[in-house]
């Protein structure tokens, strides 16, 4: 009997779905200090819970939010302005998000493996190993004189279409991304590809 050839199927593309194109965000990945040792962030935080971008382009990772705050690869303001804070709050997140840095969770309510950014600029969360996960993010002005500017946050789409995006205007948290509305229906949990700072 001959064999009959697959039916074609011409889907719609569906508006939530992850886009199939390997190629839209390579991976290029982050190797960060951890423990006196290098871990590659793309691949494992190998145990980390906290991971900062640092002024001098290094990335630190730790243990707990002391430890985090206490980098003295932080600028001294951001230090001093995020250890008054940390003793004054009782649980607020505050206690653990570095000032004038934007921090990224894993989890919703500011729990779970944090992201901590500060300079401008779009970041591949694959490179950290943080695509799909993003859930909930705070951002707390310690010194007003700096530009805080703004973010977005983008959800990469292979073509037809085009990548989503959402502007994060600070001061402010966001602590469920279920609450926060994706175009075309669903929410932006677990979704965003790229966080891009605008500083300028
Ligand atoms: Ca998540
Ligand atoms: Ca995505």
Redesign the pocket.
């Known amino acids: 009997m001959e064999r009959t050839a697959e039916p074609s199927v011409t889907a719609t593309p569906d508006p939530t779905e992850?886009p199939t194109d390997p190629t839209a965000n390579p991976v290029n990945p982050v190797i960060a200090d951890y423990d006196g040792r290098k871990i590659n962030l793309a691949e494992s935080w190998e145990g980390a819970n906290i991971c900062t971008e640092l002024p001098n382009g290094e990335v630190h990772c730790y243990d707990t939010d002391q430890e985090a705050l206490a980098d003295p690869d932080l600028p001294a303001q951001v230090r001093e302005q995020s250890l008054k804070a940390s003793a004054l709050q009782a649980s607020d997140p505050r206690d653990n998000c570095a000032a004038d840095y934007w921090c990224l969770y894993q989890d919703a309510n500011y729990k779970g493996r944090k992201l901590q950014f500060s300079s401008d600029g779009k970041k591949n969360l694959g490179d950290y190993g943080f695509?799909?996960k993003l859930s909930s993010v705070f951002y707390w002005v310690g010194q007003w004189s700096l530009n805080y500017g703004d973010a977005t946050i983008w959800?990469?789409r292979s073509w037809p279409l085009d990548d989503r995006q959402r502007q994060l205007e600070p001061p402010k948290g966001w602590p469920n991304f279920q609450n926060l509305p994706y175009p075309g229906g669903g929410n932006w949990n677990d979704?965003?590809?790229t966080f891009e700072v605008n500083r300028a």
């Open positions: 992850e695509r799909d959800d990469s979704k965003v590809d």
